[in-house]
């Protein structure tokens, strides 16, 4: 299922977590965003304003899981991001001010995690700015998943939010 829409960023960032999750709590760090248990903290180019978000749920059943997961063409995309989280309640899509994005829906798992894989375009074009129309672009593709794991670097070329290792 694919499902589109907008999301306001604040400071630099939107969440998919549980509802009354600690946006802090965070167990790995990436450029593309931060990861803990039922969260999923999403670093933004502009500082405040909407962003362009495609979410693509998956079972987790297709085919395309025996060859490590859905096509991505990296070609389209300047930053992509891979990792499982505990997913014990459900997932939702809110800004920093606590609002639910309801489009989005929650993302639960049978199983206990998902995967979560954030593609992004345009972050370094707006760079800190404010912005009143979407300037970046985020491809979220998730489905049901094992046991949690830290994040992956698929590929990192905007040079925004760098990880010192």
């Known amino acids: 299922m694919i499902t589109r829409g907008l999301v306001d960023a ?3 960032t939107f969440l998919i977590s549980a509802a009354d999750t600690d946006p802090t709590e965070t167990y790995s760090e990436g450029q593309v965003f931060d990861a803990g248990n039922n969260l999923i903290s999403v670093h933004t180019g502009i ?3 909407p962003v362009n978000v495609i979410l693509e749920q998956l079972s987790g059943d297709d085919d395309m899981f ?7 063409d990296l070609d389209a995309w300047d930053n992509v991001e891979e990792v499982h989280v ?3 309640q459900p ?9 639910i994005v309801e489009e989005f ?3 639960t798992s049978p199983i206990g995690a998902r995967c979560f894989r954030i593609a992004t375009r345009g972050r370094a074009e707006h760079w800190d ?8 672009d985020y491809l979220i593709q998730t489905w049901p998943a094992g046991s949690p794991s830290m994040i992956r670097e698929i590929k990192a070329t905007d040079g925004v939010w760098p990880v010192e290792h």
């Open 10 to 12: 604040e400071h630099h």
């Open 47 to 49: 500082a405040y304003g």
């Open 66 to 72: 025996l060859n490590g997961g859905p096509a991505i």
């Open 86 to 88: 505990v997913c014990r």
């Open 91 to 99: 997932m939702l899509f809110i800004t920093l001010s606590n609002e």
């Open 105 to 107: 829906g929650e993302l």
């Open 129 to 136: 700015m404010d912005v009143d129309s979407a300037t970046e």
